[in-house]
């Protein structure tokens, strides 16, 4: 395995070929409000895989979904037609792995900032 190409990267190493382990394809997903609080947990997993010498690709940014909700400021309907305006965004982050699952156990072990949300489904690499 040392030397193949996997999804456009070569491993130096092999990656737990000799515990007979199988190696996954793993998707971590992260959300949060939070800007800075999801970029630190996203180093801190890329970190964690790399010490481990892991393919690793990401993060991948995707598109920020905004919430909007227009409502009347004043409770009861009369007075000027004033609005308020409120908005949420919800940004999102995908780390993709290729590594056995009792790695990833490791991996994911560290402290998660509050308000982010992970998600990870593992797939088989064939």
């Not at 037609?81 to 991996?107: A, G, N, Y």
């Amino acid at each position: 395995m040392a030397g193949v190409a996997l999804g456009g990267y070569k491993s130096e190493k092999p990656v737990a070929e000799g515990d007979g382990s199988q190696v996954h394809r793993i998707r971590i997903t992260l959300t949060s409000r939070n800007v800075p609080s999801l970029e630190k947990v996203c180093r801190e997993l890329i970190k964690g895989a790399k010490e481990k010498e892991l393919i690793v690709k990401g993060p991948v940014r995707m598109p920020t979904k905004v919430l909007r909700i227009t409502c009347r400021k004043t409770p009861c309907g009369e007075g000027s037609k004033t609005w308020d305006r409120f908005q949420m965004r919800i940004h999102k982050r995908i780390i993709m792995l290729h590594s056995p699952s009792e790695i990833l156990k490791q991996i994911t072990s560290i402290s998660i900032e509050p308000g982010v949300d992970v998600e990870v489904t593992i797939a088989d690499s064939n």
